[in-house]
């Protein structure tokens, strides 16, 4: 068998998928997990946490554009920075990135089972988080035009409940209860809060994850990610905004479903409406479930495929053209991850994964236009180099953030980071690469 066979990856994604992937990885960030943010910056406080961190994807994702349109391949910052800083900037990149899409399906996860458990509290949260593991794997082994199709479905009944949701809502909008206690931990509660104001946009990248399974990736890639950014810009302001000024931040700030708890409190918790929008809820959820699970594997795969990961994890199902055995090796770490943390460390992980890979992305995008300036560039990023500068120096200050006000975290991540370099090198892989 030649291993071109073992590899390859099929060209069936066109713009409307892009989208669907786009806006689907993250709206589960509309739905749940922001509201940690209020309880460590209060209303006002993360509303300037979220405008900066909105500020910091629009030029970012307008940066990325161009490393993705320029190298379609299912690495994305893996190949970006590999092809930028050799080994080890891959080797960064590759290791971010894998946290970000491994850790934050867990997340999702925990909140599809307390969606679930709010609707009936005899199932338990991490029984409904393990079946939903079990359930899209299956989805996702049937091939990437398949779980696009899905993606799209989903993704389309997600926003269209997020607009229902902000129509019941917003005739009860009080200005006086948003800006009750609006900032009681100063401006330092501003900066704890920067993780969970990225939760509501972490993932987007992950289009890139799928270019080499595009039609015609130079032109159409673009569009999915510009499209994608507006449409989460929209949402998530509306949505945290509007939810703001139904019940004062503490009643929301500390659960899995702050959504129906609004509604709830409107409507009234025992209202037919609450519940059907708790049930819908799961769409968006399910939405970016399906979405991470498509980008961490197409990263181990990636990984595997260049030799950074054990091979076989670079394979292909001969069938689907799916890579299966990323597929089950992510689920296992997510179901570990599950029986280990909780919500809140678990985003706040995800994010610093996140944080770290934008870092090392917006770098390999000023070494390449240096080292590479004849490579064909369909996208180029607008007010160049300012827009990739922006991005840049948000994303150090919030990894600065991160890291401050979660220590161990941190030290975990890092950890992890220089074990694999370390091993990386006494495997004496960084010399067959130089």
């Known amino acids: ?75 994305g910052p893996f190949a970006y920075s590999h092809r930028a800083f ?65 993606s799209l479905v989903v993704t389309l009944l997600a926003v269209v409940e997020l607009l229902v949701y902000i129509g019941i809502v917003a005739p009860h909008f009080s200005y006086e ?33 799928v270019a080499e399974e595009v039609e015609n990736p130079k032109k159409t890639i673009s569009l999915g990610y510009i499209y994608g950014i507006l449409t989460l810009v929209v949402l998530a302001l509306a949505v945290m905004i509007f939810t703001g000024g139904i019940a004062h931040w503490r009643v929301l700030a500390n659960i899995d479903y702050p959504l129906p708890a609004a509604l709830g409190i409107v409507l009234g918790r025992d209202s037919g409406l609450t519940h059907l929008f708790a049930s819908l809820g799961l769409f968006g959820l399910i939405a970016s479930f399906h979405g991470t699970i498509i980008g961490y594997s197409r990263q181990i795969f990636a990984l595997a495929r260049s030799g950074y990961l ?25 179901c570990v ?24 992305s917006m770098a390999a995008l000023f070494a390449l236009r240096k080292k590479e300036p004849n490579l064909e560039r369909p996208f180029s990023v607008p007010l160049y180099p300012y827009f990739p500068m922006i991005a840049l120096v948000l994303c150090v200050i919030c990894l600065i953030a991160i890291v401050y006000y979660n220590p161990d975290l941190s030290l975990w991540f890092f950890t992890g980071l220089a074990v694999l370099i370390a091993l990386f090198v006494a495997s004496g892989r960084h010399k067959a690469e130089r």
């Open 310 to 334: 054990p091979s076989f994890l670079g394979t292909v199902n001969a069938r689907y053209q799916t890579p299966h055995w990323a597929l089950f090796a992510g689920g296992i770490v997510g």
């Open 1 to 75: 068998m030649s291993s071109e066979k073992i590899v390859e990856l099929k060209k069936v994604l066109k713009p409307i998928h892009l989208w669907a992937i786009a806006v689907g990885l993250v709206i589960s960030g509309e739905y749940f997990g922001w509201n940690y943010g209020w309880g460590v910056s209060g209303t006002i406080g993360f509303l300037i946490a979220t405008l900066v961190v909105t500020v910091m994807y629009i030029t970012f994702i307008f940066s990325f554009t161009e490393l993705t349109t320029s190298i379609p391949q299912a690495g």
């Open 86 to 150: 050799g080994w080890l900037g891959g080797l960064i990149a590759g290791y971010a990135t894998l946290v970000e899409f491994l850790i934050t399906p867990p997340a999702i996860a925990f909140a599809l089972g307390s969606y679930t458990h709010f609707l009936y509290p005899s199932i338990s949260v991490l029984q409904t988080a393990f079946a939903c593991y079990v359930i899209f794997i299956g989805i996702n082994l049937l091939g990437i035009k398949e779980s696009a199709t899905f």
């Open 177 to 209: 209860t948003f800006i009750s206690e609006p900032m009681p931990f100063g401006w330092a509660g501003v900066f704890a809060a920067l993780p969970f104001a990225i939760w509501f946009y972490l993932a987007i990248e992950g289009v890139a994850m």
């Open 337 to 360: 991850a599950l029986s280990l943390g909780t919500t809140d460390q678990v985003i706040i992980l995800a994010a610093l994964g996140a944080v770290v890979m934008y870092i090392i």
